[in-house]
Each structure stands twice: as C-alpha cells, then as structure tokens.
C-alpha cells in the first residue's frame, strides 16, 4: 500500500484513507482490539487507525461505525416499520422516548408528503413473530397516549440491502481504464 505524509484536504480521502476505508467497509475484525488488527493488515500504526477514522466521520467521508446485525439470522422474522403521525412540534421529543426501547433498533423523523403520507416518527422494531411485533407497538402507542394522531407498520418481507457503498481496491484510474473499450 503506497502512504500519504500528508492528510487529506477538503475532505478528500489520500491512499491510506481509502486503504483504511476498503479495509472497513466488510465490518471491523471480531477481536478484542478491531483497529489494532487494520492496522497491522495495512502496516500503520492503530492510532493513526483510529485518528483517521476520527477524522473521517468528522468530515463526513463516513457516515458512522455501527453494528450491523442480521435479525432473520438471529431469529427475529417479524421486522416491522412501525410509522407514526405525531404532531411536528413534539416528534424530537417523542422519537427520543421511544428510541430508548430496547426493541427499537432504529428511530428517525421523516418528512411527511401530503396527502398521501402523514407520516412522521419512524421506529424499527423487532421480534420473533408477528404477536410480539404487535406487543412492542402497543407499548410505543402507550407511550406516545393522545400524542398519537395515527399509526401503522410496514413488515419486511425480505432484505434488499445490508450494506453501505463499497469501494473496489483498484484505483479510479485503473477502474476507468478497464471498463473504456478497445
């Protein structure tokens, strides 16, 4: 791998960015110390690993370190969107509420597009069956009591994507290079 003395400007990633970024973009290393392993596989120091990946979701070059688990694997079958209509001035305050539950893997406010969505809270919820999903939804309702203007929940019924973009080891250059004809 060829290494940049010098960091990246304007939010534009060098070759150790980039070395860093196609090193991560699986998943961290199940070990104890993830950027300890990067940086051995890449020959860097683990807390130029650290402060670079720092750096970048500072920057924006990446948008977060997360886990990512698969429910159906982990036995949870009913995924559900749960989709509520609350009153714009206290969504902040009510996503936050029912993000604290432990079945909600992910809450976020949305814009609403009228007439045909009015809704505004998203929160992902979890189960291993569908009476469970139902159980985990009327505890949101019971927390959200009058705030709740209406409801629904969009199940999945397959996983289209579990992963973020992936970037290919090559160059740019030698990307374009290979796909421009003879």
Known sequence: MMASDQDPVNGVPD????????????????VARPYHAIGEQLLIDPGEVMRRMRRMLE????????VV?????????ANGMTVW?????????????????????????????????????FAMVHGKTRDEVQGQIAQIAELLGEHVRAHDVLYST?????TGLRLSEQNPVEQRARVIPD
């Open 59 to 66: 920057q924006g070059l990446i948008r977060r370190i997360g």
């Open 15 to 30: 070759t150790v960015d980039r070395a860093i970024i196609v090193a991560t973009q699986g998943g961290l290393p199940l």
């Open 158 to 162: 397959r996983i289209l994507k579990k």
């Open 69 to 77: 688990p698969n429910h159906y694997r982990l036995g949870y079958k």
């Open 85 to 121: 209509d609350v009153s714009d001035e206290m969504v902040d305050e009510l996503g936050a509420r029912v993000g604290r539950f432990d079945f909600v893997s992910h809450c976020y406010r949305r814009p609403r597009h009228l007439p045909q969505w009015r809704y505004n809270l």
